[in-house]
């Protein structure tokens, strides 16, 4: 993944300037306070339950003027609370000279075509050769302090080996104005995938899988809960209300090859962690070359051909990349509308498919 926690490409909304989150509760909150933050937290805030109930016991974590300290306090939906977060430690951003494909930018934006490969912002692992890193040097001090020294100006993030677009906050007005749009869903994002056999709306077993149906023009439509995976901390599962996040995801094949794979163009409704490779896979179409979620199925060298087979098994990385990206300029109001060309790996692997379909 991982860019943790922003994988697959994730709203990454934030604590105002003085580190305060408000949150409002919703119709399916638990009963217990804890609980019910855990689930209405934005999980681009990165609050694990048991960092919340550290929040709540040390006075953090209030309900109008009334403080809050008890785990187990009722909480009722359409509740507001206000979580007062200490700063995050801080991991030094250092400008390095890292050459950045730029689609656009302006005075108060930027929007990048990411290679496969780079982590989006420092984390421990992963403190240099990052896309804040590149940003630092290319942008200066103009980028938006409201993520802080490891984030600035990031309002979404997509995987390390996931490819394409996304767009950086020079100005604080920015990255409220476009963080604004992710939280409503009016940011249009496709991405393009290749996955294990070929969706087919007609499918008795896709029919049947919980969360998947049709809509017109043959697109498909996932719509689950998401949320860590209970025994690996590094993965996201599918569960159910009132548990996780609500996602939705919408795709439709775009080309077949041999029944084997196909290229499929997904869209996101909402930006959670992992959430196309996990929904792809909740429908038994795994990313190719995906190490977490792509499962172990085989290429037939007989319907695709040595060469298409083998390239399909031996993808290194998923194979997912952000396509397009549209949303209105936070400053201007204008329609921006931008896409980035599949990189020459998926591309290659792509033509390797279709020369033996």
Request: net charge neutral; hydrophobic share 45%; with cysteine.
């Amino acid at each position: 993944m991982a860019d943790v926690p922003f994988e697959d490409d994730e709203d990454a909304g934030a604590p105002d300037e003085n580190g305060v989150l408000t949150v409002t509760l919703g119709p399916d909150a638990p009963a217990r306070l804890d609980k019910a933050l855990a689930l209405a937290v934005p999980e681009e805030a990165v609050l694990s339950r048991s960092h919340l109930a550290r929040l709540i016991e040390s006075g953090a974590v209030s309900r109008g003027a009334e403080v809050v300290r008890d785990l187990k306090a009722k909480a009722k939906p359409g509740e507001v609370w206000t979580i007062r977060r200490a700063p995050a430690e801080e991991i030094e951003a250092r400008p390095e000279a890292i050459a950045l494909v730029v689609v656009h930018e302006d005075s108060d934006l930027i929007v990048i075509d990411k290679p496969a490969g780079m982590v989006v912002h420092p984390a421990p692992g992963s403190p240099n050769g990052t896309l804040v890193n590149a940003l630092l040097h290319h942008c200066g001090d103009t980028l938006s302090g409201i993520g802080g020294a490891r984030r600035p100006g990031i309002v979404h993030r997509i995987d390390k080996d996931t490819s394409g677009l996304l767009v950086v906050a020079k100005t604080d007005r920015a990255h409220q104005g476009l963080a604004a749009q992710f939280a409503a869903h009016t940011v249009t994002r496709h991405y393009m995938a290749v996955v294990h056999g070929v969706p087919q709306a007609a499918d008795p077993r896709l029919r049947g899988t919980r969360g998947v149906s049709a809509e017109a023009g043959g697109i498909l439509r996932i719509a689950t809960n998401l949320a860590r995976h209970r025994t690996d901390r590094q993965r996201q599962a599918v569960v159910w209300p009132p548990e996780g996040r609500h996602a939705v995801t919408r795709f439709r094949v775009v080309e077949d090859f041999a029944d084997q794979a196909a290229l499929v163009d997904c869209w996101l409704e909402t930006g959670r962690t992992h959430q196309i490779r996990v929904h792809l896979a909740h429908a038994g179409h795994g990313l190719l070359g995906d190490p977490v979620y792509g499962g172990k199925r085989t290429l037939s060298a007989k319907a695709l051909g040595p060469e298409g087979a083998a390239a399909g098994m031996a993808f290194p990385r998923q194979a997912l990349h952000a396509a397009t990206l549209g949303f209105d300029h936070p400053a201007t109001g204008a329609r921006l509308d931008f896409a980035a060309p599949l990189p020459p790996d998926m591309a290659a692997l792509i033509a390797a498919l279709r020369s033996g379909a």
